[in-house]
């Protein structure tokens, strides 16, 4: 089974600085789309970033960048100039073979003003 | 464009009961997908409908349906409620057929089975 791991259950950074979420996901696909989620207090859970498997650039979204390791099977989150609103649970996600969103256990972020 | 609307926000059921849950999509979305979210399970998916038809479903059991309507509004239903239902459900759509398309997701019901 395709799965999802996020293993950072609580990050922490300082307001205006930079912080890294960790993502690792296990697929036998070939070709296949990441995405980070976040979801604050409100519920909505609200897309911050996706990225094709078979692109070699890591896409990049204002200050959401990721760093993605196809052969690793690494997808981390770089949040550059942290902001009060960054704070959220973030979710990273994998379509499965059956065409389904496979998703993390979440990393929750809190931004330290 | 409004976004995706979930009603009722919040629901308090008995075990036993059943329940129906709303979601109205993004206007010319024609895709609708059902999440549980659990803190122990995390988010799970239940299933997906695509102009009225149900095109993925996850595993879930049969006390769980769902169904969509001409004008792309779905509904879920459980039935025969129990307390490990207890969970915010997520309804999402999206714009496009394809199921790498980016999903758009409501603000959630949250339901509490007693």
């Known amino acids: 089974a395709q799965t999802v791991t996020q293993s950072q259950p609580e990050m922490s950074v300082q307001e205006a600085e930079t912080v890294t979420l960790s993502c690792t996901y296990d697929?036998?696909?070939?070709?296949?789309?990441l995405f980070w989620y976040k979801q604050p207090p409100s519920r909505q859970m609200i897309l911050v970033i996706r990225?094709?498997?078979?692109k070699q650039q890591n896409a990049t979204e204002n200050r959401f960048s990721v760093n993605f390791q196809k052969a690793a099977k690494s997808f981390s989150l770089k949040i550059s100039d942290s902001q009060l609103g960054d704070a959220a649970m973030y979710f990273c996600?994998?379509?499965?073979?059956?065409?389904?969103?496979?998703w993390g256990a979440g990393t929750k972020l809190i931004i330290k003003p | 464009k409004a976004g995706v609307t979930q009603t009722p926000r919040y629901l308090i059921k008995t075990r036993g009961q059943q329940v129906t849950l709303s979601c109205s999509p993004i206007?010319?979305?024609?895709?609708v997908s059902w999440y549980q979210q659990t803190p122990g399970q995390g988010l799970q998916f239940l299933f997906e409908?695509?102009?009225?038809?149900?095109?993925n479903k996850g595993n879930f059991p049969g006390r769980f349906s769902g169904r969509q309507f001409s004008n792309s509004r779905s509904e879920m239903n459980v039935s025969t409620l129990e307390l490990g239902d207890s969970a915010l459900y997520l309804c999402?759509?999206?714009?496009?057929?394809?199921?790498?398309?980016?999903?758009?997701f409501g603000n959630g019901t949250r339901l509490t089975v007693t």
């Open positions: 999402a759509s999206r714009g496009e057929s394809s199921y790498n398309s980016p999903l758009h």
């Open positions: 206007s010319g979305h024609r895709s």
């Open positions: 409908y695509f102009s009225e038809t149900q095109r």
């Open positions: 697929t036998s696909e070939s070709d296949y789309y």
């Open positions: 990225q094709e498997a078979y």
């Open positions: 996600a994998c379509i499965d073979s059956n065409y389904q969103l496979i």
